[in-house]
């Protein structure tokens, strides 16, 4: 079955502790994305990926970064949470990025930090 | 730059048509998407437009694009409670891929 997961799904953190939310898809897509996702504020863009070894800042990328050393994953990583860091979080991948049409969303993941 | 606005909230009794709007100000924009989001789960592409299409029907659902007022509508005919969610509007930016979205309106269905 075609799909993009994230893990884990719900995780609670302290302030400063570092964290990795990984995502992985296995439709071969070589474009890939992170979103953050707040009340009012809908869904904005954290990092995103065009291929292997390719990334680049989107809207939101301060106190994130990613890595994408295979095609099909994708972590977020958090050096030093902090509490405005507090969201719920979407991976999304397509083929290209010129065709979101055929994007892939994970399941999201809801993160706390404390 | 790049925005796109939704109302908030949305209230209808089920079995009638729920009508979502959205303004957006990248004219460039090829495609607009519409997103279902219910609670606890990812996002669900329900639909798209392209940009030169004045309009787009999928059995409940029809989506209204006006290009020159750069506003998108979604109307979903005879609504029912397992609408109830949260319908985001976005459009895509063409050179990074970048989905720009809305905040969401949410639909609240009452029986």
């Known amino acids: 079955e075609a799909q993009v997961t994230q893990n884990p799904r719900y995780l609670i953190t302290v302030t400063g502790k570092k964290l990795t939310v990984t995502c992985s898809q296995n439709m071969n897509h070589e474009y890939m994305s992170w979103y953050r996702q707040d009340p009012g504020l809908g869904l904005r863009q954290i990092y995103y990926s065009m291929n292997v070894e390719v990334t680049d800042k989107g809207d939101v990328p301060e106190g994130y970064k990613v890595s994408r050393k295979e095609k099909r994953n994708f972590p977020l990583i958090l050096e030093s949470p902090s509490p405005n860091q507090t969201s719920l979080y979407f991976c999304?991948?397509?083929?290209?990025?010129?065709?979101?049409?055929?994007?892939?969303f994970g399941q999201g993941t809801r993160l706390t930090v404390v | 730059g790049e925005d796109v606005e939704q109302s908030l909230f949305l209230s209808v009794r089920e079995g009638d048509s729920s009508v979502i709007n959205c303004t957006y100000t990248?004219?460039?924009?090829?495609?607009l998407y519409w997103y279902k989001q219910e609670p606890g789960a990812g996002l669900q592409l329900l639909t798209y437009i392209f940009s030169n299409m004045d309009m787009k029907q999928d059995q409940r659902l029809t989506v209204l694009l006006n290009k020159k007022d750069k506003h998108l509508s979604l109307r979903i005919a005879d609504t029912q409670t397992g609408d109830s969610a949260i319908y985001f509007c976005?459009?895509?930016?063409?050179?990074?891929?970048?989905?720009?979205f809305g905040q969401g309106t949410t639909l609240q269905v009452k029986p």
């Open positions: 999304a991948s397509s083929l290209r990025a010129q065709l979101n049409t055929e994007a892939f």
């Open positions: 976005a459009e895509t930016s063409s050179n990074t891929g970048k989905l720009i």
């Open positions: 990248d004219s460039s924009s090829t495609y």
